[in-house]
T-cell receptor
Framework: SQQGEEDPQALSIQEGENATMNCSYK?????LQWYRQNSGRGLVHLIL?????REKHSGRLRVTLDTSKKSSSLLITASRAADTASYFC???????????FGKGTKLSVKP | GAVVSQHPSRVICKSGTSVKIECRSL??????MFWYRQFPKQSLMLMAT?????????EQGVEKDKFLINHASLTLSTLTVTSAHPEDSSFYIC????????????FGQGTRLTVV
């Protein structure tokens, strides 16, 4: 099993700005998933990008994947205060039996 | 999407007592459920994988006699913290993979356990 490493660990922006979070991983993947965790709550699955995809969109979210560099990025456009949360990337190899979480990026969006 | 219901959301108990946390998949069957714990400002740490009809698989360093897991049916898994101590105070979260396997995981709301 492998976990992703998110960067930066913390990000503070103003409402309306874009937020970019990066993720690196070590071994080949089947897919990579992004999750959000609001403070004191469970996690919510945001988006999944497969290893043969380079970019995926969902609403204000844009995810890119570069398998040659073993990296991914999550872009949140026109951020809102409600986007304040921790964001985790989870690289999934397809054979592992569970999902492993890294330390995440703590995003703070100020109104 | 699929819903996983976890309760209680908060519990305070005295040292030495046991606490049971329930995790239910509401609109799908979960043959597997994962239990995590999360300390403040830390990431989730996988404690164990519960499997319906068989024994749970515990991660290294997790005491199976202290954290009892029972996966009694395809929609219910329980975690019992036995003889709780203040150091067991943490945020416990369960999750279940979706029907597509681990392409998506659905999480409970979490349980904040405080042992006094």
């Amino acid at each position: 099993s492998q976990q992703g490493e998110e960067d930066p660990q913390a990000l503070s922006i103003q409402e309306g700005e874009n937020a970019t979070m990066n993720c690196s991983y070590k071994t080949s993947i089947n897919n990579l998933q992004w999750y959000r965790q609001n403070s004191g709550r469970g996690l919510v699955h945001l988006i999944l990008i497969r290893s043969n995809e380079r970019e995926k969109h969902s609403g204000r979210l844009r995810v890119t994947l570069d398998t040659s560099k073993k990296s991914s990025s999550l872009l949140i456009t026109a951020s809102r205060a409600a986007d304040t949360a921790s964001y985790f990337c989870v690289p999934y190899g397809g054979s592992q039996g569970n999902l492993i979480f890294g330390k995440g990026t703590k995003l703070s969006v100020k109104p | 999407g699929a819903v996983v219901s976890q309760h209680p959301s908060r519990v305070i108990c005295k040292s030495g007592t046991s606490v049971k946390i329930e995790c239910r998949s509401l609109d799908f069957q979960a043959t597997t459920m994962f239990w995590y714990r999360q300390f403040p400002k830390q990431s989730l740490m996988l404690m164990a994988t519960s499997n319906e009809g068989s024994k749970a698989t515990y991660e290294q360093g997790v005491e199976k006699d202290k954290f009892l897991i029972n996966h009694a049916s395809l929609t219910l898994s329980t975690l019992t913290v036995t003889s709780a101590h203040p150091e067991d105070s943490s945020f416990y979260i369960c999750s279940a993979p979706g029907t597509g396997g681990l392409t998506e995981a659905f999480f409970g709301q979490g349980t904040r356990l405080t042992v006094v």
